[in-house]
């Protein structure tokens, strides 16, 4: 095989595809617009959700190809061994509508073997073994048109696995939408099978998965019956970490060409710390791994265009605070010094900036992030530290030698300090630590303030999609009313949509005053009570800037773009969905204005009944 680097395998992938008449369209922002179901785009086909069910057509047309910035966290605390990461790009080609099997699998065959290098005797792959009963209700067949496929292309049986909805079916895990059977192909490494039932996706290491083709034909529906489609798609993934990973033979991903300059700075920031701790070889290689990883998808969260997550405590910004604090708490493990989280920044910065402009236009933003986050975490633990102290000093006084639950639910709730790190003092200080009894404190703790929450939730009993739309257009005229109030350089700086509210982030210096609120409200609801036509068209990014378009600074367009205009009161580039009148919207009403970052404010506005 070929030793590709990351640039060149994205630019072969792209040329490749465009080669088969698909179109090269941008990726997607990784915080989702208008999507409550997910915190990050999880995979190139979130973005692409409406134009698979066939909702609306795509302005590039039906074959499209691209690289999607994906996070994934759900596996957090995995990160650190040979392979999880929480931050991957995806290669994807995309049929809607237009071809399906047959050119998909035998594509991608042609790009393993022909471009990448591959031998076809390396490749393994999986399909859908099917399930339930011909005639019953829930029957899904077997996918052996895929199985005839791969055969033809030369690949015999005892390489091509049929496996249960486990593992070859795809679509939005929990919810509603596309989805439907897959072929997984696996690189055979060569190495000794782990037992009798080795197969592809068995994690032994002998078998590494690197594309997916799904062939969506199903969707699932509230209900969480799968229904057909009605049209036949197909989503291709293919990990750009590992599929460098494994062209080059390193033995994992962290030891590729796309971590390197990652991972020297990290070692380099280590050997400048004054006190580089003795650590057991496989503790530092685990930090070391666990910073570059988190590090890598904080920034590309902080400096995504839309600008809409910060660390912070529910949701994505928690997620993320999250992901910076492990970062900070494995630093000062192995004698980084603060103030590191703003070098790394800057390093994968420097690596990436040519392929996602975002990470060079915002990382001044970012790094103010990183460095308030970084310093607030380690004032907590210097205090966690103390407190733990005191504790084990008590214990040790009364000749006791274990920390209660109790007490370290008590360090972790009312002083931030990390469980984790509780136990890894004590176990230094030859003391245990009662884990059951912490998470019998942990587990009260949430049942309770998921009961005095519970009034919150009434907003769901809506119809979530459509409040998600109209919110959509109450955001256009909410951008433009502060235009109006306060003048144009009252720039969307980032949005964020639930079923609940609206959020919106723009540039301006301070606080507005309560007559500035007061003003932008009244012209939001004379537009509503207008009843002004919404209205979309199709053009080109120059032209819709031409026209005087909105266009969110820093993100990337397609050649074709769908300009959304409100009357002569608002005319902005977006992929909608938008309400057609603004009546629709009922009223609107700003909740909060509030500080989001240096030079950000944010607003948080209802609209409709809620208002
Ligand atoms: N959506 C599929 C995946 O994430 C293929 O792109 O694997």
Redesign the pocket.
């Given at each position: 095989m070929k030793n590709l680097t990351a640039d060149e395998l994205r630019d072969t992938y792209l040329k490749f595809f465009e080669s088969k008449g698909h179109k090269i369209i941008p990726g997607a922002s990784v915080i989702p617009e208008n999507d409550p179901t997910v915190l990050f785009t999880?995979?190139?086909?979130h973005p692409l959700v409406p134009y698979l069910m066939g909702a609306m057509e795509h302005p590039a047309g039906t074959r499209l190809t691209d690289v999607q910035k994906?996070v994934r966290t759900g596996d957090i605390d995995e990160v650190g061994d040979a392979a999880h990461l929480t931050f991957f790009e995806?290669l994807?080609n995309w049929s809607l509508n237009d071809y399906f099997k047959k050119e998909a699998i035998s594509w991608s065959f042609e790009f393993l073997t022909q471009h990448l290098g591959f031998k076809p005797e390396q490749l393994n792959v999986t399909v859908f073994r099917g399930e339930g009963q011909e005639g019953e209700a829930g029957y899904i067949p077997a996918d052996e048109e895929a199985v005839a496929i791969w055969k033809s292309l030369g690949i015999p049986d005892e390489r091509i696995f049929r496996l249960p909805r486990e593992d070859n079916w795809?679509g939005p895990a929990g919810t509603t939408g596309p989805c439907g059977p897959?072929t997984e192909m696996f690189i055979d490494t060569g190495k000794e099978k782990c037992g009798p039932d080795c197969r592809p996706g068995c994690h032994c290491g002998k078998y590494i998965e690197i594309w997916?083709?799904?062939f969506m034909q199903y969707n699932k529906n509230e209900d969480g019956k799968f229904v057909p489609l009605g049209r036949h798609n197909v989503?291709?993934?293919?990990g750009v970490e590992r599929t460098i990973c494994m062209m080059s033979g390193a033995p994992t991903v962290y030891d590729t060409e796309i971590f390197a300059p990652i991972m020297k700075a990290i070692d380099d920031l280590r050997a400048a710390g004054s006190s580089a701790p003795e650590l057991a070889p496989e503790d530092l290689l685990k930090a070391r791994r666990v910073i570059a990883d988190h590090m890598r998808t904080a920034t590309f969260i902080l400096c995504d265009p839309k600008g809409a997550v910060k660390p912070g405590n529910v949701g994505a910004n928690y997620v993320l605070r999250r992901l910076i604090r492990r970062a900070v708490r494995f630093a000062r493990m192995i004698g980084i010094q603060p103030g590191f989280t703003v070098k790394l920044a800057e390093v994968i910065c420097e690596k990436y900036k040519h392929v996602y402009p975002e990470l060079k236009a915002n990382l001044e933003t970012c790094k103010l992030d990183l460095e308030a986050e970084e310093k607030r975490f380690n004032a907590t633990l210097d205090k966690g530290e103390a407190m733990y102290q005191k504790v084990a000093e008590q214990l040790k006084a009364h000749g006791q030698s274990q920390i209660s639950g109790k007490t370290a639910f008590k360090l972790y709730d009312t002083f931030g300090f990390p469980f984790e790190m509780t136990c890894e003092m004590a176990a230094k200080d030859g003391l245990t630590v009662d884990k059951e009894g912490f998470d019998e404190a942990n587990r009260k703790h949430q049942e309770l303030s998921r009961t005095t929450s519970a009034g919150s939730f009434k907003a769901g009993l809506q119809d979530n999609s459509a409040v998600v739309t109209r919110m959509h257009t109450a955001t256009h005229l909410l951008h433009a009313a502060l235009h109006k109030v306060l003048g144009p350089t009252a720039n969307q700086k980032g949005s964020n949509i639930t079923a609940e509210r609206l959020r919106f982030d723009f540039s301006w210096p301070e606080k507005m005053t309560e007559e500035q609120k007061a003003a932008v409200e009244k012209l939001v609801n004379e537009w509503i009570e207008q009843g002004i036509e919404v209205t979309k068209k199709m053009t080109t990014v120059e032209e819709a800037k031409a026209e005087g378009a909105m266009a969110l600074f820093g993100a990337k367009y397609g050649d074709q773009v769908s300009l959304y205009s409100i009357g002569d009161i608002s005319k902005e580039i977006c992929c909608g969905p938008h309400v057609t009148n603004t009546k629709e919207l009922g009223s609107f009403k700003i909740k909060k204005e509030e500080s989001s970052s240096a030079g950000v404010r944010r607003i948080k506005a209802v609209i409709g009944n809620l208002a």
């Open positions: 999880t995979a190139g086909m994906c995806m994807g795809w897959d997916n083709d799904v989503d291709t993934g293919m």
